[in-house]
């Protein structure tokens, strides 16, 4: 369901930023004078495989006859 309004967080002391590759998405990790923040960014439909390219996650369901 989309959300009726955005969240802006204000980071004053601000000074760097890196975005890295992971299995399950990305990790956005910003450093500031007070410390350091890490957002997970999950995909809730995709996955990397091992050569690090997006594809659909597989079932994890096992179909019985």
């Keep these: 369901m989309p959300r009726e309004t955005d969240d ?3 980071l004053p002391t601000y000074q760097k930023h890196w975005i ?5 998405g990305h990790d956005i ?13 999950i995909w809730p439909d ?6 690090g390219r997006v594809e659909k996650k597989k079932s994890s369901r096992k179909t019985f006859k």
């Design 8 to 10: 802006y967080i204000s």
């Design 20 to 24: 890295h590759t992971r299995p399950y």
């Design 29 to 41: 990790v910003i450093w500031c004078d007070t410390g350091k923040i890490t957002i997970k960014c």
């Design 46 to 51: 995709k996955r990397r495989d091992n050569h």
